[in-house]
């Protein structure tokens, strides 16, 4: 493996661990997504969004994330295969999610897989395509 390929794969897992870190903050996770990204979001197996541009992206996400009181994410295994300026980025996040409901706060626990297309623009790494299954989430009441 090239030390290029090294030096791209590290940029990648910087793109997915940031993105992560920001937890819930759509608007400081767009520049992460190229201006026309296309994300779609499968929930048990059902479509749940065809989101089509950044700016698509930053309003449905906003809307998505509007009630949740604090979260936590946690990416684990990753697999990059990087071609030249595009890579693929397969990994898998632990998400929890604190929010409302019937006035008590629960925790959402989603297990989800991405899979993201990425491409190198001006030398820095945005993903250009995400593919994204939540595989399971459990719901619980908080103690």
Known sequence: MSLEILEAKEAIREVIDRF?????????????FTEDTHVVVYMGGNLA???????????TFSGFTSGIKSSHHMNGQQVITVTGDTAVDEHYCR????????????VSDNYIRYRDTLVRQNGEWRIAERIQHFVITKKQALA
Do not use: S
Request: proline letters at 3%; a negative charge; aromatic letters at 2%.
């Open 49 to 59: 969004m065809d989101i089509h541009g950044r700016e698509e992206l930053e309003k």
């Open 95 to 106: 998400a929890a999610l604190v929010m409302e409901e019937g006035g008590r706060d629960i």
């Open 20 to 32: 992560a870190n920001l937890e819930c903050d759509v608007h400081a996770q767009m520049p992460f």
